[in-house]
């Protein structure tokens, strides 16, 4: 605003001036008009008569003309001037030269102009034509435009920042709502972000509530799988000791031993795994399974080289499923590991779409299967862990416990070739 | 055979080392992966067991460094992080089978017999060279019916010359692969055990099953047997 309020300020000045100089170099080419030679034909003059320019012929009008010869010697000056104006300029003849001078305490635009005469003798001698004008008006009228302009850039700037102020606050107030709200979150005064927001703003409180509540989730789950295998771990912990405190003559039952510290590892090994599945949070990134079972089978088929399993696979480029990355593998890693475990030297993955988002995946080997009791086993050995004998795997249980927070349906049958079938059935992206 | 055990935890890496040598194992052992790959790229060893958490270099590095420089020996790497992910990560990375902690050193052990068959190209426990048929599992060695009693050096001979049937092998090799490097290595030693072997494999010399190269070493000479 004030560099505008400047520039307007200059360009006014200046067109006024510039207006001022042509007026003025209007009156000299008027002035030159009336050129004329002398009584004594031995200089130029110039005749009142001619002059139409009143104020010329009215004495202190304000508005004075002056003629000098080569020497500086005044040889003509209107009717108006009874002053004697200062005559200490050089100027080369043609040229003009506008100032704005002081004389006798007042303002005046002063414009000359030098020209060339031939004398009598055709000889060209150079003479000054000088005009003054009184500026008084002229400065009174720009120091008060000055004023006015000053005064309207000071009052609407004014005007201006107090309403960006107000426009400021209005769109910075859902921020600062958010910033409340964190505030109150922090301090447990709610769990997620209740204020309706703009639309600017919805995809980042909403996206925060998720992840708040993802947060909040899995914090649960840890404080469940920690209470879960503290308490698993009391019963194993307590043969222990009583181990150590039985009399027999310092000898170590190394089989109980053995399978106390078995029961321990499986409960650890379970409670820390159920304690990491992200399943039940919201995941956004969807993962191809056939890649994941492509690099467990090429890693598979190395550990198990000697038994020489054949894989048949009839899967498509790619099985988009929202899971977790990490928990897919535990998944399809157990499965495959106890599918190349009990195989007797065949394994087929099969995938079939069930409908236009339902997907049916059939890991089957020709091993020696699972009876219907053991089957009932796993899929409660999570909460019997602490009860269950030694010796059997948790891979199955995971799977179990993961599939079942997903939401995949997971069966199993009699393999056609004699083994165990484990199906999912599950809801593709 | 000779393995070299990769392991940061001392008490871990002593209880490995300790078993391996009652198994008839000659043990190189470190502590960091820097360490371990040095020793691995110095000195011959058979098989190899590797933690992946090492200080210096992590186990991932140096089983990756080891088969970008084409050393092809056995890896069994330990991995306290059961999770699929990290074991398809140490298979990949140039693995051939994983361990997770806390394991029982019977399958450990049983996982090392199986990785060093297959880098001699067997697949069963029982080498076959018939008619001397041995057992890796219960040490056992036969020929035809007949079983011998061989002392634990005189097996350690034998099963390394019959995972290398048909490839010479130097006195030096054989050395370095069954001897501790504290032990008082003798070369005479072996030529002792060699003519003990050929005594209780072959009595009266009809089969020869170990040749002697001059200069060059032994090879064991009966042919390998498909598994029945």
Not at chain 1, 54 to 61: C, D, F, P, Q
Not at chain 1, 126 to 152: D, G, H, K, M, P
Not at chain 2, 138 to 165: G, I, P, S
Request: glycine share 6%; with cysteine.
């Amino acid at each position: 605003m004030i560099l505008t309020a400047i520039a307007l300020e200059r360009a006014v000045v200046k067109r006024a001036l510039q207006a001022e100089e042509d007026r003025l170099q209007l009156l000299i080419y008027s002035l030159l008009a009336a050129v004329d030679r002398n009584h004594a034909g031995l200089s130029i003059t110039i005749a009142d008569e001619r002059l139409f320019e009143s104020s010329l012929l009215t004495r202190n009008s304000g508005l004075y003309a002056m003629l000098y010869n080569n020497s500086n010697e005044q040889i003509w000056r209107s009717q108006s001037t009874l002053a004697r104006f200062p005559d200490d300029f050089s100027i080369q003849s043609g040229e003009w030269q506008f100032n704005t001078p002081e004389f006798s305490g007042k303002p005046y635009f002063q414009l000359i102009f030098a020209i060339q005469w031939p004398n009598v003798n055709d000889k060209l001698e150079r003479y000054n034509i000088v005009v003054w004008q009184e500026a008084t008006e002229y400065f009174s009228q720009l120091e008060r435009f000055r004023q006015t302009l000053w005064t309207w850039l000071i009052v609407t700037t004014l005007l201006l920042l107090i309403v960006m102020y107000f426009v400021m606050m209005w769109s910075l107030w859902p921020l600062k709502k958010v910033g409340l709200e964190v505030k109150a979150i922090e301090d447990r005064k709610q769990s997620g972000f209740e204020y309706s927001y703009p639309l600017e703003i919805t995809p980042l409180t909403e996206n925060l509530n998720i992840l708040l509540s993802q947060e909040q989730y899995q914090r649960q789950r840890y404080r469940n799988a920690m209470d879960d295998l503290a308490h698993s771990l009391k019963t194993p912990l307590a043969v222990l000791s009583g181990l150590s405190d039985s009399d027999k003559n310092g000898v170590v039952d190394l089989k109980t031993l053995r399978e106390q510290v078995n029961r321990m590892n499986q409960i650890v090994s379970y409670q820390l795994r159920k304690a990491t599945n992200v399943a039940g949070a919201k995941i956004n990134k969807p993962v191809n399974m056939v890649q994941i079972i492509t690099k467990i089978v090429s890693a598979l088929e190395k550990v198990y080289r000697e038994k020489m399993v054949k894989v048949d696979s009839k899967l498509p480029a790619q099985i988009m499923i929202r899971m977790d990355e990490s928990d897919c593998l535990e998944v399809v890693g157990n499965l495959l590991d106890n599918a190349f475990k009990y195989s007797a030297g065949r394994i087929a993955i099969i995938a079939a779409m069930l409908n236009e988002n339902e997907m049916e995946l059939r890991i089957e080997d020709d091993g020696r299967g699972l009876e219907q009791e053991e089957v009932q086993q796993i899929l409660s050995r999570g909460t019997r862990l602490d009860q269950s004998s030694e010796g059997q795997g948790i891979g199955l249980a995971v799977v179990a416990d993961i599939v079942r927070a997903y939401n995949i349906d997971m069966k199993f049958e009699r393999s056609e070739f004699g083994g165990l079938r484990v199906k999912l059935i599950f809801q593709t992206v | 055979m000779r393995a070299i055990v990769i392991e940061d935890d001392l008490d871990i890496q002593g209880q490995i080392v300790e078993r391996l040598k009652r198994e008839g194992f000659a043990v190189d052992s470190a502590d960091n992966g820097s360490e371990g790959l040095y020793l691995m790229q110095e000195y011959p060893c058979d098989v190899a067991i590797i933690d992946l958490g090492l200080p210096k270099m992590s186990g991932l590095e140096v089983i990756q460094t080891l088969r970008k420089q084409g050393n092809s020996i056995p890896i069994l790497i330990l991995t306290a992080r059961g999770r699929w992910q990290d074991k398809v990560e140490g298979l990949d990375a140039g693995a051939d089978d994983y361990l997770v902690k806390p394991f029982h050193h019977e399958e450990m052990m049983a996982r090392l017999r199986v990785l060093i068959r297959r880098a001699s190209g067997w697949s069963d426990s029982r080498i076959l060279c018939s008619p001397v048929s041995l057992d890796t599992v219960t040490q056992r060695t036969y020929v035809q019916d007949r079983e011998l009693d061989l002392t634990a050096f005189e097996y350690k001979v034998l099963e390394y010359l019959m995972l290398h049937a048909g490839e010479v092998i130097s006195k030096t090799v054989l050395t370095e692969h069954l001897y501790d490097d504290d032990a008082d290595n003798d070369s005479n030693v072996i030529e002792v055990f060699i003519r003990r072997l050929r005594q209780k494999l072959d009595p009266d010399e009809s089969l020869q099953p170990i040749e002697t190269l001059r200069g060059r070493g032994y090879r064991f000479t009966l042919a390998r047997a498909e598994q029945p």
